[in-house]
């Protein structure tokens, strides 16, 4: 059974930061792309990164590039790094993995976390 765990949300002020991790297992995740998407409330979900299996490959949101960094630290864990936080970036934070390369449409994931929430107070 694959499981994709978040971890790292939190509270915090406007201009702080936070980082999330997200574990994966049940199986091997080489040549999988991961990524993390969010849901604000009465929003869509919407794309924020995303990294290749190698890591030598990232893909961002504009509404978050310069502000925020995605990183792999092996084939079933990876990491966003939040900084420069606004109350906009408050939502539920998810993590995926899809076969393959990036993408930042939420239909080429095959698995899903669970969600962390990420609140950034004004």
């Known amino acids: 059974q694959v499981q994709l765990v978040e971890s790292g949300g939190g509270l915090v002020q406007a201009g702080g930061s936070l980082r999330l991790s997200c574990a994966a297992s049940g199986r091997t995740f080489s040549w999988y792309a991961m990524g993390w998407f969010r849901q604000a409330p009465g929003k869509e979900r919407e794309f924020v990164a995303a990294?290749?299996?190698?890591?030598?490959?990232t893909k961002y949101a504009d509404s978050v590039r310069g502000r925020f960094t995605i990183s792999r630290d092996n084939a079933k864990s990876i990491n966003l790094q939040m900084d420069r936080l606004k109350p906009d970036d408050t939502a539920v934070y998810y993590c995926s993995a899809k076969n393959g390369g990036v993408s930042g449409v939420s239909r080429d994931y095959d698995f899903w976390g669970q969600g962390t929430q990420v609140t950034v107070s004004s």
């Open positions: 990294i290749s299996w190698s890591g030598g490959v």
